[in-house]
């Protein structure tokens, strides 16, 4: 797009059209070519700013939000506007984080976000209209520098061309004689190791064989095959060639056809390769080997990789050496260029950038030295040093304890002002939430916001590490959940949008745990979704259980290497509630506060809290987990922050549909007109002609409903009762897998639990325990605090 050229958009300033101004920012600093993260940080900036105008500019009337967006020469201009009430924006300094959320007029948090992330802010105020213009710079090159190289080549130019042609030659010839070898090498090394995978494989299907546990050797070549890509088909076989396991399930205990080239093996050969071409002309590569237990034979196993798989090595070693070439193009060119022009002017001037640059990041002030023969070069670097030894002098008076004593400060006082001033009320539920600082100040966070008329997001988070950094950090993560969360009822889709904004800012080794839940008052349905946090507690009223919920999920900010990955890996759940129903949702300084013997409060007296309170309505039962929390603790001080967010199910789904009917004919007696009872109530005119019909027949009683079926909840987790007879059952039989301990599960001795293997299996990855070495070293210990207390 042209410069010159801008876009406009006028919505109603409502929350319902954050979304269209969203969309349309991201659309058009997007093809006036921002980068994918200035597109991030401008969304940011102009959510906040219209977002403000929303809940402040129109006070009890309705009026409109401008956007405009416009190519300048080198930077993309952003203007919001509306003719709300008039805001005086420079009489703003700091941001006054106590009264953030509190008022527009005392200026906040959201100000000093906007100013962060763009490169310039100016606010006016012209003809009665608020204009806040948000500009941010282009990354592109100078264009008087590629202006005054058009047409003109110097003797230096025609030089440095006929050097890279030269290199560029010689990494051709290189390149080709190479790239041979390197295949070559690279194909022999992956031969090796698939010979070592059929080695393996056949060595594990020795015991399995044995047990005749088929269904342990389905899932061993299901899982080589899921982690093994080149990999077309895995088959087992037994001495009477039967096929005992397969990666297609409905070859299981066919004959094996053996294809031609392959031939049989005795116990006395080693792994073979052989090649053959299927029906269609595909070429294969099929890796054989024994199943043997001494030295008697017990079968086969063959692993199949088509030829056309081995091209990808190929095509990824070609890709490596593309890249050592442009690599060694680019070196070999700078070479040139600091031959000629390092030693007389760019290297010092280079050096001086960086030094500024350091500077504004780090805010430590340091000479710099220059070694140039250019007397003005000299002169710019004496005038920076004496710059700097002013600066020293002056961050001198500032002592290290005043420094620490102001970012804590800032911290506590960012955290306070993200978190809630009020629990939000939703029909049918009750809600409440804590939170208890540490000794130094932590990076837990809690939120509640609106996703739709019918559903309010809850997020319950950990950022990692103290001070001003998890504060910062904070902020990003509640404005980017706030602003993804509108519309959006897939929690998992919510905290992975969240994932690609943080992964730009979030500094490297600090990382989000997130518990992010969504409840829906009409269905009384919840979704969740768990970066990496501890479980949510379900309390079901009518069974009297307890189970841990924890879907799939990795904390937020951890680089995978690509984005997709994240999304790969987190996954979303539903279950509906029912009246009585409770669900828990906290960070590990509840299980992991220490009292002064260092003992941790753990999980059990957690759950037995939960099994004796969970008649209180929320906040009593928010009172009392506080209360066994500060008894426990003694106050001994915490290095964690404390904090939790409990939802009660106190009205069933029948109960809350009469209460909408009854209130709707109440608004109607009290003269409201239709139209408003209907949207207030969310009753359709359709439902409220067939009700008014019943009620005139029948009365009151007509607007109770039959029964809204309330369904079970699929049992994806064990509750803790299973959870401990699972434990019982590792720790006196550590060498039984999934199968058997379903089997004794099942016992009166074990307390009749019916479980799927699926759902023990989630259990003893989330212990630790999935793997028979580690349920052998448990069973040698002490039992862990998840599993009992003393």
Do not use: C
């Amino acid at each position: 797009m042209k410069a010159g050229k801008s876009k406009k958009l006028t919505v109603v300033a409502e929350s319902k059209n954050l979304i269209k101004v969203r969309d349309f920012v991201v659309k058009y600093s997007s093809k006036m070519g921002l980068l994918p993260r200035q597109v991030s940080e401008v969304k940011l900036a102009v959510d906040e700013a219209v977002s403000n105008i929303i809940r402040h500019a129109y006070v009890g009337e309705r009026g409109n939000v401008e956007i405009e967006v416009k190519k300048l020469e080198s930077a993309v201009e952003l203007k919001v506007m509306d003719k709300g009430v008039e805001f005086d924006w420079n009489s703003i300094l700091e941001p006054d984080l106590y009264r953030y959320v509190e008022t527009r007029r005392k200026g906040g948090l959201g100000i000093w976000l906007i100013k962060k992330l763009m490169d310039e802010v100016v606010f006016e105020r012209v003809e009665n209209k608020n204009i806040l213009i948000m500009r941010v710079y282009l990354k592109i090159e100078e264009a008087a520098l590629i202006k005054a190289g058009k047409g003109k080549v110097s003797i230096r130019a025609r030089y440095a061309l006929y050097a890279i042609a030269l290199i560029t030659v010689l990494i051709f010839v290189v390149y080709n004689i190479g790239s041979r070898y390197q295949i070559r090498t690279i194909r022999n090394r992956f031969i090796e190791r698939y010979k070592a995978v059929t080695e393996q494989v056949a060595q594990t299907s020795v015991d399995l064989i044995l047990k005749e546990d088929d269904l342990a050797l389905i899932n061993l070549v299901s899982s080589v095959k899921n982690s093994e890509t080149p990999l077309d088909y895995i088959i087992i076989t037994d001495t009477d060639g039967i096929i005992i396991a397969h990666t297609d399930i409905k070859r299981l205990f066919d004959s094996y056809r053996r294809p031609r080239g392959v031939k049989p093996l005795s116990a006395r050969d080693s792994i073979e390769v052989f090649t053959y071409t299927a029906r269609g002309g595909r070429e294969y590569s099929d890796f054989a080997a024994v199943v043997k237990y001494n030295n008697l034979k017990l079968g086969e196993v063959h692993l199949g990789i088509p030829e056309d798989k081995f091209a990808e090595v190929n095509d990824l070693v070609t890709q490596r050496l593309r890249v050592a070439f442009i690599a060694l193009f680019f070196w070999s060119t700078t070479i040139v260029g600091v031959f000629v022009l390092g030693s007389t002017f760019i290297s010092p001037i280079r050096k001086l950038a960086e030094q500024i640059s350091s500077i504004s990041l780090t805010g430590q002030a340091t000479e710099l030295r220059l070694a140039t023969r250019n007397p003005e070069v000299s002169r710019i670097g004496e005038a920076f040093n004496e710059i700097m030894r002013n600066l020293r002098i002056t961050q001198g008076q500032l002592t290290d304890q005043t420094r620490l004593r102001r970012e804590l400060q800032l911290a506590q006082e960012i955290q306070n002002a993200l978190l809630p001033k009020s629990v939000p009320k939703l029909e049918g539920f009750e809600l409440d939430a804590a939170y208890r600082a540490a000794l130094e100040v932590g990076g837990d966070y809690y939120d509640f916001f609106e996703v739709d008329e019918n559903a309010i997001g809850i997020v319950v988070a950990d950022v990692s590490g103290k001070g001003i950094g998890s504060s910062m950090v904070m902020t990003m993560i509640r404005t980017s959940m706030r602003l993804e969360a509108r519309g959006n009822k897939r929690a998992s889709d919510v905290v992975n949008k969240v994932n690609r904004v943080a992964m730009g800012d979030i500094k490297k080794g600090m990382y989000v745990t997130m518990f992010y839940v969504i409840l829906d008052s009409k269905k009384r349905m919840v979704s969740y979704a768990s970066a990496g946090h501890n479980p949510m507690l379900l309390y079901r009223g009518d069974a009297k259980s307890v189970s841990f919920l924890n879907p799939g999920g990795i904390a937020v900010g951890i680089d995978l290497g690509h984005p997709d990955e994240f999304k790969k890996l987190i996954t979303s759940e539903k279950l509906r509630l029912k009246k009585g129903d409770m669900l828990l949702i906290y960070t590990d300084g509840i299980t992991e506060a220490m009292n002064e013997k260092r003992a941790q409060f753990g999980e059990q007296r957690l759950i037995d809290l939960i099994y004796k309170y969970n008649h209180l309505p929320a906040s009593e039962f928010k009172q009392k987990l506080n209360d066994e929390i500060a008894t426990f603790t003694k106050g001994y001080p915490q290095s964690d922050d404390i904090t939790f967010v409990v939802v009660k199910l106190e009205m069933s789904p029948s109960e809350i549909e009469y209460s909408r009917r009854i209130h709707l004919f109440q608004l109607l007696d009290d003269d409201m007109s239709l139209e408003e009872a209907l949207e207030q109530t969310g009753i359709s005119e359709e439902e409220y002609l067939e009700l008014r019909e019943k009620r005139e027949r029948e009365g009151d009683e007509a607007l109770k409903t039959e029964g809204i079926e309330e369904e079970e909840i699929q049992q994806k987790h064990a509750t803790h009762e299973q959870v401990r007879s699972i434990v019982k059952i590792v720790r006196a039989n550590p060498d039984y897998g999934v199968g058997r301990i379903r089997k004794l599960l099942e016992t009166p001795e074990y307390g009749s639990h019916t479980l799927k293997d699926s759902v023990i299996k989630r259990e003893l990855i989330r212990m630790k325990l999935d793997t028979q070495e580690k349920r052998e070293a448990f069973a040698k210990r002490e039992l862990p605090t998840w599993a009992s207390y003393k």
